[in-house]
C-alpha cells in the first residue's frame, strides 16, 4: 500500500515550502514522492516548485473537491498504472475544505492500494492571530482547515514575540485539542512526524475497517464491503438514520432488481443514486467524526 499525505491549509500559509522540503526528505531516505497539485488559476505556477523527476498531476481552477473529485480519482488512477512511486502526496487549494479535499481522495476502486495517514494543515501563526479581521466567510474556512488537521503546523513562528508563540499554541490546542501542533517556520516538518501519523483508514480482506484513529483523531474513514443485496427503500432508511457526523459516502451499493451495484453518494443529507453498466466492486466508503461507531446497513 502506498501512503497517502493531504496539504491543507489557507492561501500563502506555507504549504508549497512544505512540499518541496518533505520531497527532498523523502528522497534522502530513498522514498519516490508523487504528487497532485490542486490550484485555483488556470497557470500551474506552484508546480514549478516540483522537481521534474517527481511524477506531477495538476489540477486546475480548484477542481479537487466537490464536482471534480471524478477528475481526481482517474489522475490517482493514472499514476498508480503510470508510474513508480511510494509516498503520495495531495497539495490542495488554499480555498478548499479539508473534508471535500478528503472526500476526493477516497474510491471503493482503489482503496485497497491506498493507506491514507491524514491532513496536514499549515495555519499562518500571524494570520491566526488576526483572524478577526478577516471576512467572516474566510475566516470560517480558515478555522474550518484548522479544525480537520490531523497534523497542525503553526508556521511563521519567526515573525512572532514569545508570548505571541505560547498565545498560538495554547488557542490552537483548545481549537483543535486532537491534533498534535508543531511550531515551524518556512513550512518544514520531520519526516519521522509524517511518517508517525496514525492513518485515517487501513483497508484489508475483512467486511469492515473501521478508521485507525483511536481516541487521538476524530475525522476518519471507513470501508465496507456489502454481501447481501437492499432495496432502495431499506438503504434510504437506514441513510436517514446516520448522525450529522457523517459527511460523506460513495461506493456501489447492490439494489435488488439491478444487475449492477449502483453508484450512491451521500453528502450532508443529500443522496444520489446512478446507474452503472459494468459490474464494480460492492464496496462503500464513509467519511466523517468517529465514523467507527457508526451502525452499517446489513453489517452491524
Not at 511550531?183 to 485507525?212: C, F
Amino acid at each position: 500500500m502506498k501512503d497517502v499525505y493531504l496539504f491543507s491549509g489557507f492561501l500563502g500559509s506555507g504549504k508549497t515550502s512544505m512540499l518541496t522540503d518533505v520531497i527532498r526528505q523523502l528522497k534522502e531516505t530513498g522514498l519516490k514522492p508523487a504528487v497532485i497539485m490542486n490550484e485555483l488559476g488556470k497557470l500551474p505556477f506552484d508546480s514549478q516548485a516540483v522537481d521534474h523527476d517527481v511524477p506531477l498531476k495538476e489540477m486546475l481552477e480548484g477542481c479537487i473537491c466537490c464536482t471534480g473529485s471524478e477528475k481526481t480519482e482517474a489522475q490517482i488512477q493514472s499514476l498508480l498504472h503510470d508510474s513508480d512511486f511510494d509516498v503520495l502526496i495531495i497539495e490542495t487549494t488554499g480555498a478548499a475544505h479539508p473534508v471535500e479535499a478528503l472526500d476526493a481522495v477516497y474510491s471503493p476502486i482503489f482503496a485497497e492500494q491506498l493507506n491514507i495517514k491524514g491532513i496536514v494543515t499549515v495555519a499562518d501563526s500571524r494570520l491566526w492571530l488576526d483572524r478577526a479581521t478577516l471576512t467572516p466567510q474566510v475566516r470560517s474556512l480558515f478555522m474550518e482547515q484548522i479544525r480537520h488537521a490531523h497534523l497542525l503546523l503553526a508556521n511563521k513562528t519567526d515573525l512572532l514575540t514569545e508570548s505571541e508563540q505560547a498565545q498560538v499554541v495554547f488557542e490552537l490546542q483548545g481549537f483543535n485539542p486532537n491534533a498534535f501542533i508543531l511550531q515551524t517556520t518556512n513550512g518544514r516538518v520531520p519526516l519521522k512526524l509524517l511518517k508517525g501519523m496514525q492513518s485515517t483508514a487501513r483497508i484489508a480482506k475483512e467486511d469492515i475497517v473501521s478508521a485507525k484513529i483511536g481516541s487521538s483523531f476524530n475525522l476518519g474513514s471507513r470501508l465496507v464491503e456489502f454481501e447481501g443485496s437492499f432495496t432502495q427503500e431499506q438503504f434510504e432508511d437506514w441513510v436517514r438514520t446516520l448522525p450529522d457526523s457523517v459527511y460523506r459516502m460513495k461506493g456501489f451499493v447492490p439494489i435488488e432488481g439491478v444487475k449492477n451495484p449502483m453508484l450512491f453518494q451521500y453528502a450532508y443529507g443529500m443522496v444520489q443514486w446512478l446507474p452503472e453498466f459494468i459490474k464494480m466492486p460492492a464496496k462503500l466508503v464513509l467519511i466523517g467524526e468517529n465514523i467507527k461507531d457508526v451502525q452499517v446497513i446489513g453489517i452491524d
